[in-house]
């Protein structure tokens, strides 16, 4: 057995015994299970349907519910979330990047305590990060793991590599449409191409910019259609959908969370449910083994690396 064969045994053994297996520390065992953070990425194929939004208010729901958050602002070179929360960052994924800044350094406090890795604004470099990049960052998330439950990641829209890359490292995938039709059709495009070139196979749903369930659950059921009809063994599971609400553009205009400045709007109490539903959903992140996810993945479809990185 070659030696990234053997890696690939690890990590399978790993997660046929819902264990989870570090690379970076080497921790193993029940112990470790405890310290598997929930990754969970939002994601979307058309811009502008939310997820910014979705990201910042889940991850203040989450904290309210007693959970140590770290989101990623992962539109590494187009910064969204500082700007949403008016806050001014002095350090950004570049400085880390540039190894100016470890990880920890780089890290601002949001509301209710969440910690957010800002992005960088109007850096090309940072749209498509190179393999040796991508491992960089994860290794610095990996050693975040202990102190984190759940890791949001707000990937951007699209179909680009990171917003792949993103996504495929996660173990858990929103997806958000909205009832435009080139929202729902870049949706599916999204799922397509993760599903045959990435082969992600499970997906959550939420639907944005409706007027009430029924709604929401007309574009989940034309998006699942035509993703039961082409493309094989997939599961979108229906997550639930947060309604127009104006309260919402007018929290942004204040640089603030809808659920922290308007508790009552409609659309804070759809995400304080959200919350709550995602977090009686089992994780498949301890099944899959939390950030380590990562690294599985990679091992398992880019055999490149192990040449670049010298493993075989
Ligand atoms: N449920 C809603 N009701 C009313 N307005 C909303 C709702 N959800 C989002 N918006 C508005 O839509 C706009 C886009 O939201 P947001 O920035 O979260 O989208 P995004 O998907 O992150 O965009 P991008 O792809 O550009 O990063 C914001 O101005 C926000 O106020
Ligand atoms: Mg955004």
Redesign the pocket.
């Known amino acids: 057995m070659d030696q990234a064969e053997e890696l690939r045994t690890i990590m399978n053994q790993a997660v046929e015994q819902k264990e989870c297996f570090s690379p970076v520390s080497g921790v193993r065992g029940d112990e470790a299970i405890l310290r598997c953070p929930r990754v969970i990425s ?1 994601t ?1 194929g ?11 208010n889940l991850a203040l729901a989450f904290t309210r519910l007693g959970k140590k958050v770290l989101v990623l602002d992962a ?1 590494l070179g ?1 910064a ?1 979330i500082d700007v ?1 929360l008016g806050l001014a960052p002095r350090y950004t994924v570049e400085h880390l990047f540039g190894r100016e800044k470890s990880f920890s350094e780089i890290l601002i406090e949001g509301p209710g305590g969440m910690r957010i890795m800002p992005a960088s604004s109007g850096v090309s470099g940072l749209v498509d990060l190179n393999e040796t990049q991508k491992l960089f960052l994860l290794d610095e998330i990996d050693l975040m793991a202990e102190n984190i439950d759940i890791l949001l990641i ?1 990937t ?3 179909i680009s590599s990171n917003v792949l890359y993103f996504n495929m490292a996660a173990p858990e995938s929103i997806v ?1 449409a ?1 009832p435009e039709p080139t929202s729902m059709t870049d949706a599916y495009a999204l799922i397509k191409v993760l599903s045959t070139r990435c082969k992600k196979k499970d997906f959550m749903m939420l639907v ?3 007027s009430d369930e029924e709604e929401a659950k007309g574009v989940f059921k034309k998006i699942s259609k035509v993703a039961d009809h082409f493309l094989k063994s997939l599961s979108i599971d229906y997550l639930g959908f ?12 204040h640089q603030k969370p ?1 659920l922290e400045i308007f508790p009552k709007a409609p ?1 804070s109490r ?1 995400f304080e449910d959200l919350a709550r539903a995602i977090l009686e959903r089992p994780s498949r992140s301890v099944a899959t083994g939390g950030i380590q996810f990562f690294w599985k993945r990679l091992f398992e479809s880019q055999d490149d690396l192990y040449q670049e990185r010298g493993i075989v």
């Open positions: 939002v979307s058309k811009g502008g349907v939310g997820k910014t939004n979705v990201v910042v539109d187009l969204n949403l707000d951007g829209a699209g958000i909205t944005n910019f409706v947060i309604p127009f609400d104006e309260k919402l553009p007018l929290a942004v205009r809808v659309s759809h």
